[in-house]
């Protein structure tokens, strides 16, 4: 997921004043044991130095051929998904070449011995990491002033944080009193190996990186944290399960919770507005000096950086595996979902992110209750973009929590110097201020921790864009609201039924059975346009982005309104739109999109939601009222009944309104396409006729997660100022 490097300079120059970097190199060779060099890895094997077209055969203990294949042209092969045990090579035109036998390891293996990890001297500047089977990480070292030790952060990720001049996310937290070590995953930069998103082996490269940095001199209590929005977000969850013994905390911003459902399938329908690209240019930057930045260190005198570059053209394609799997499958999904071994991170957490994030999709708060073993787990929800977990009403929370536990000091000031430059940064609003905050002035480290962890865990920030007394859009919320727990322990499950002349109703029909009530709309994904925003991708930040969200044209969808509401309805977590659908087709895709109404005429999005209709069985276990969980394997699959009345339950992505009294709550449905910025989808729809029916029988309804007696604001908050949810006028 694109994060926001590209903060204003002079925010860079302001902050950098406080951080020095320096550049060296080192590295790591490995065993050659014959004609070509051998690296075995966990669960993989890596061929070096071989010759360019060779065929080359993998052999096990027994002298089986168990795999084939051949040299690239940088002389290099790689073998993965291979069980651990003692294999060999040789040339397929040659047997007699054959190597000495090497030893493939296991993930669930021991980690090397804590020498490993004490032999390893890191500097400040620029250098390398060796994991445990030899492969050389780059990581970038920056010390913030003073003699140290110092509290430790690592940022993870394929993008290029240990790229020198890559100095915004090393003077933030230097600025807030951190050492930072900023590491490219294997594959990616000057990393050697080669790359796969996230295959497990970069999960223990993680724990070797904590482990390296840890041991050092300078890492205060040889501890560190990690750090990170979005892709370095996430991979802290890959590499917190590994439960490496001094990582201290973490701090997952704007992330997900499974890759398929959430955002690459959601509803078991292909998004390539964002999820394709992403993949795609990961691919691309895991090319050989794909980042742009490896080369002038190659052409400076980084043979290591050269000599990593070697396995590059053994990365698998990731857009072949995206279309080799349109179904969910637990060999591919299962490591791609982060709320499968939550579970097993023990580190105290620290998440943020936004529902309508227009990247990961919002999705990540179906991950808060599997923290099963963490001590801790601090959430703040919002509304807003990708970039909304750096936000003002995040921020302060979020430097204390890194303070608390991985600083294991009393909360410092330097957060509400630092949280206006960075918000200022990334939506262009000048003149902010951290809110207020706790005061921690004359307490003691463990009066801090206490009190920080005296407050409910769960904070939902409302209305963000609009608080008082500042700029419309501005990265602040209007009022904040917290609870003990997620799901919220006093959610109501709450039912507005579809009827068949367009009005949400309380109570279903009570008409005697009969012929269907229906209402039809033409599933055409090209009246409206794919995506709802079309600038830059830090554009959308801004206080006011430039969206482009339309009325669906006359006969493409439907749509259904409640009378105004007598009493503020306020709502948080997911939904769930159940609907008897029937078409022509075979199968058909839908999406529905939840709205608010105001009385002076405006609209306001709220939320959406999609579903391939094939997709539609459930996964009973793990389904609620709230929320259907759709299994997406391909022998649940079924095709509709021609013509005949099908249940489809659509799950509303999760989100938190305050609909006040007055407001009406719109439901839409229609063919994919024009309601998220950025997200677009490889739709079935074509064309076809789709009927949705209402009455006594088939009781169309959308359900919601309403939590009683959460007092708002009385007055509604302008239109257009809240963050990543456009407003435009309704037309019913």
Partial sequence: ??????????????????????????????????????????????????????????????????????????????????????????????????????????????????????????????????????????????????????????????????????????????????????????????????????????????????????????????????????????????????????????????????????????????????????????ATQAAPYGQGWERPRVDAGDTVCEANQALRRQNPDPLQMIRDNPFYTAAVGDPLSPSLFAGDIDVPVFLAGAWQDEQTGGHFPALLDDFSSAPHLFASLTNGSHTESLSLGVFGRYADFLDLYVGHRVPGQAKGFVAPILAQSITGVAGLKL???????????????????????????????????????????????????????????????????????????????????????RADPTALPETTYTGSSSGIWAAHPDYHWRQIPAGTGLGWTTPPLRRNVVAIGTGSVDLWVRTAALDTDLEVTLSEVRPNGTEVYVQSGWLRASHRALDAARSTVVSPVHTDLEQDARPLRAERYTKVRVELFPFAQAFRAGSRLRLTVDAPGGARPLWAFDTIAHGERVFVAADAVRRSRVVLSVVPGVKVPRKAPACASLRSQPCRTYRG
């Fill in 1 to 282: 997921m694109r994060t926001p490097r590209r903060f204003a300079a002079a925010a860079v120059v302001l902050i950098a004043t406080l951080a020095g970097l320096q550049v060296g190199t080192s590295g790591a060779g490995a065993a050659d044991p014959g004609g070509f060099t051998l690296r075995p890895s966990v669960n993989q094997l890596y061929v070096l130095a071989a010759t360019p077209g060779e065929r080359l055969e993998l052999l096990d203990s027994g002298g089986a051929v168990v795999a084939t294949g051949t040299v690239d042209a940088a002389g290099s092969l790689a073998w993965r998904e291979l069980a651990s045990g003692t294999y060999a090579v040789r040339p397929a035109a040659d047997p007699a070449g054959q190597s000495g036998p090497v030893s493939v390891t296991d993930f669930a293996d021991p980690a090397p011995a804590q020498s490993f990890y004490d032999g390893q001297t890191l500097k400040a500047g620029f250098g390398y990491i060796a994991t445990r089977d030899g492969t050389t990480l780059s990581a970038n070292v920056a010390l913030p002033s003073g003699s140290g030790p110092f509290p430790t952060v690592v940022e993870y990720s394929g993008y290029d944080p240990s790229n020198p001049a890559n100095k915004t996310m090393a003077t933030l937290y230097n600025t807030l009193g951190f050492a930072y070590v900023g590491v490219n995953i294997r594959g990616t930069g000057c990393s050697g190996g080669s790359f796969s998103n996230f295959e497990p082996i970069q999960s223990l490269d993680g724990y070797d990186v904590i482990e390296t940095v840890a041991a050092q001199s300078w890492a205060a209590l040889h501890e560190a944290g990690m750090v990170g929005i979005s892709y370095p977000g996430i991979t802290q969850l890959y590499v917190a399960r590994t439960r490496p013994p001094h990582l201290s905390a973490i701090s997952p911003l704007s992330v997900i919770d499974d890759t398929y459902r959430a955002t690459l399938y959601p509803g078991g329908i292909l998004n390539t507005g964002f999820a394709v690209p992403w993949a795609t240019e990961r």
């Fill in 435 to 521: 809110p207020p905050g706790p005061d921690y002035a004359g307490l003691t480290y463990e009066q801090a921790k206490a009190q920080y962890e005296s407050a409910d865990p769960i904070r939902v920030l409302f209305e963000e864009g609009a608080a008082a007394g500042q700029p419309s859009g501005a990265p602040l919320p209007r009022f904040v609201r917290t609870f003990p727990s997620w799901p919220i322990p006093s959610v109501r499950p709450t039912s507005w039924y579809l009827t068949d002349d367009g009005r949400l109703r309380r109570k279903p029909s009570a008409d005697r059975p009969g012929p269907a009530r229906e209402r039809s709309y």
